[in-house]
């Protein structure tokens, strides 16, 4: 199975057919047909102010990252080069739309609205996940990969047993966000999520970005066939991007939503992009993949792409300091806030387990808490 | 107003006041549309409240727990139908890793008001993994409430509290007693779901039990009165949370107690009662707390089960056990 001659034909098969591209890696706008309209009603602020999106979704990475190797943070999941996969979804989609995220997101988490605060929250043992999903539409992260894709066909179900799909209006009509990776391709629930909204017709975007590696495992080992065509079978038409543009994954993002919105049923992108960083700070990624493919992905780079375009634009090198500007900003203000989480109350451990009373629970908690009130003397006498 | 009915006849009454209180009720599972369910107890339900309301779901269990946590997740409140309780495993990760978590997870911002339906346990000549008892497996996950009716008009109001109640609900269901008629009190509840009710007075053993095994507790009671002896016998109704102080009080008073269920014995909601009561009563027990149950063992072909799913006789034996203490 390992042989050359079956890992050839199986990159043969992945490498698959054309890819929507929309700026090349030098920063050329190229056309893209049906999809250069929704680029069209970009202008030059708009594509700066994804520039700017990516600009801080990295330096929140970046951050994760450093906090992760100061103690400050038991573990960082990277987004590092995933930046345009995440900004041109996030950005395509309107206030009413849910997502259901993987532990990945920070970018669409961050067009969500959601606090950078928030997600290190997490990664230091803070919370599960501090935000109302209600609030922002966007749905706590899950770390068992796969699951949430179901909760997404299942949302996409009651948003059409509520009518709020296909009636024309912009503001009401609705689609459910799934997000996942090539590794939880492989799993069984995304499967039936596809059957789900394939045979109920649900309002559902499938947003897959293969970044190539789940953990160690580069995505040959998911599947022989391009992930994009994971859908055929459950009447899900799809399409690969490329993920590392992110004029291309808005544009294409923007017209699967609004195809979805109006009733047509369910869709799936691929967005082809590349995990640059390690899957988490706990991982070495020396161990399985080359310098030379890294290096090759890097120039690849979603916001260089964008830079090289918008400096064609006209955009100064003042404005691109300002982002920086405002992104040392940010980070000094989130470092600020993580460092000073202090540990949740233990009693914390019992309050959300049920939303009503439940004797167990009640119970223990008493009791532990008397237990740990028997040492207040203690430490008064020490 | 009373009326007599089954058991499955009595939940599916307790379906349909539920759906026609609340429009975000709806139902989802397995040919529980046109069919009415393979114990028909969602039988003309469809046919009422249409199929976006009662909604054949494809075949995968997991999927159909997935789906109902994201329909909940829009402001539904799903009832699913699982349609044996062998058949739940798929669903095993969504229900434990998701159902039961979601509330924690999100520090209580996303209430998650699912109700899963089980029908349960052994004594109809099923094929495998048409007969089990999982229940003490979902009891063991903080974030699910677990409950079991014994009766019909348990049955009529307890699935409506499942439903009411914001929290996941496990609702097992004693499928061998689908058909046992009771009256069914429409206007009067009785005790609350989270309670256990004593429904047999006694002062010589305490005989605790839930689901299909509380008609064979008894009459375990009537055939030790013809002998002489008093036994109280406690319906447990709610598994999570388990009302430990009904059962505390009965054996203060009796000394003894006897846990019979159709599920294993082997780390069984029997050996909880068994170490939480010891705990509780210790000075006052007369005799070792004795458990009935099934065997560590995968649940027998149907020719062998009535030698695995404790009877009147296993139940009687434990109970003269713990009486010649």
């Known amino acids: 199975m390992t042989s050359e001659i079956s890992a050839g034909a199986r990159a043969k098969r992945q490498a698959g057919p054309h890819m929507i591209q929309m700026l090349t890696p030098e920063g050329e706008r190229v056309s893209s047909g049906e999809y250069d309209v929704f680029a069209a009603e970009l202008d030059t602020q708009d594509l700066f102010g994804f520039y700017r999106d990516m600009v801080l979704v990295r330096r929140v990475d970046a951050e994760g990252q450093a906090l992760q190797r100061q103690g400050q943070l038991g573990l960082w999941a990277p987004l590092l080069g995933q930046e345009a996969a995440q900004i041109g979804l996030g950005r395509a989609l309107r206030k009413q739309d849910f997502v259901f995220p993987t532990y990945r997101e920070h970018g669409v988490a961050w067009t969500r609205g959601i606090d950078p605060t928030e997600l290190l929250g997490i990664f230091r043992g803070q919370s599960h996940g501090g935000w109302d999903p209600q609030a922002n539409r966007f749905h706590t992260y899950t770390i068992v990969i796969g699951s949430q894709v179901l909760h997404a066909a299942g949302y996409g179900m009651g948003i059409q047993m509520d009518g709020d799909v296909g009636t024309g209006d912009i503001d009401r009509d609705s689609i459910a966000v799934a997000c996942f990776g090539d590794g939880a391709s492989s799993q069984g629930d995304v499967s039936e999520g596809l059957t789900f909204a394939g045979a109920f017709n649900a309002p559902v975007l499938f947003y897959c970005q293969n970044n190539q590696w789940a953990i160690s495992e580069p995505t040959s080992i998911q599947t022989p066939t391009p992930l994009y065509q994971r859908g055929k079978g459950f009447g899900i038409p799809g399409i690969r991007v490329d993920g590392n543009d992110v004029l291309a994954t808005y544009a294409v993002a923007r017209a699967s939503a609004d195809s979805i919105r109006a009733g047509n049923g369910p869709l799936l992108i691929e967005a082809f992009t590349y995990r640059m960083g390690a899957h988490t700070t706990a991982d070495d990624p020396s161990k399985y993949r080359s310098d030379a493919e890294t290096e090759a992905w890097a120039a690849k780079d979603p916001i260089v792409r964008l830079r090289r375009y918008l400096e064609n634009q006209g955009v100064t090198a003042d404005e691109f300091a300002a982002v920086d500007a405002e992104a040392d900003q940010m980070a000094a203000r989130i470092r600020a806030a993580c460092v000073e989480m202090a540990p949740p109350p233990p009693a914390e451990m019992w309050t959300h387990v049920y939303s009503e009373p439940h004797a167990l629970v009640d119970e223990e908690r008493d009791a532990y808490l008397a237990y740990l009130d028997s040492f207040a003397d203690v430490e008064e006498h020490a | ?325």
């Not at chain 2, 989802?28 to 469809?46: A, H, N, W, Y």
């Not at chain 2, 007693?177 to 009256?183: L, T, V």
């Open chain 2, 1 to 325: 107003m009373t009326s007599t009915m089954p058991l499955s006849k009595a939940i599916t009454a307790g379906l349909r006041k539920a759906m026609e209180d609340d429009p975000k009720v709806v139902l989802i599972g397995e040919d529980i549309g046109k069919l009415g369910g393979v114990f028909r107890v969602t039988e003309g339900l469809q046919k009422d409240f249409g199929e976006q309301r009662v909604i054949d779901a494809p075949l995968a269990e997991s999927g159909i727990v997935g789906t109902s946590i994201g329909m909940a997740i829009r402001g539904f409140r799903p009832v699913i139908e699982i349609q044996f309780d062998a058949f739940i495993f798929p669903a095993y990760d969504q229900i434990v890793t998701q159902v039961a978590k979601l509330h924690a997870r999100t520090g209580g911002n996303e209430k998650i008001p699912v109700v899963i339906r089980v029908p349960y346990g052994g004594g109809i000549g099923s094929p495998e993994h048409h007969s089990e008892s999982p229940e003490a497996v979902f009891a063991h996950h903080a974030g699910l409430r677990v409950i079991s009716p014994s009766t019909a008009h348990d049955a009529y109001w307890m699935i409506q509290d499942a439903i009411r109640s914001d929290d996941p609900v496990m609702f097992f269901e004693p499928k061998r007693r689908y058909w046992m008629k009771g009256d069914v009190d429409t206007d009067e509840r009785g005790a609350a779901t989270h309670s256990a009710q004593v429904v047999r007075e006694g002062t010589d053993l305490t005989l605790v039990s839930y689901g299909p095994l509380v008609p064979t507790a008894l009459d375990v009671a009537n055939a030790k009165a013809d002998e002489g002896a008093n036994v109280e016998v406690i319906d447990l109704r709610s598994l999570s949370p388990i009302d430990f102080d009904t059962v505390e009080q009965s054996v203060k008073r009796t000394g003894r107690l006897v846990v019979a269920h159709e599920a294993p014995v082997f780390l069984g909601l029997g050996a909880e009662l068994a170490a939480r009561i010891t705990e509780r009563s210790f000075y006052h027990l007369e005799a070792p707390v004795l458990r009935v149950g099934g065997f560590h063992t995968p649940y027998p072909p149907s020719k062998l089960e009535e030698h695995y799913l404790p009877d009147l006789d296993r139940i009687l034996d434990a109970v003269d056990r713990s009486l010649a203490y």
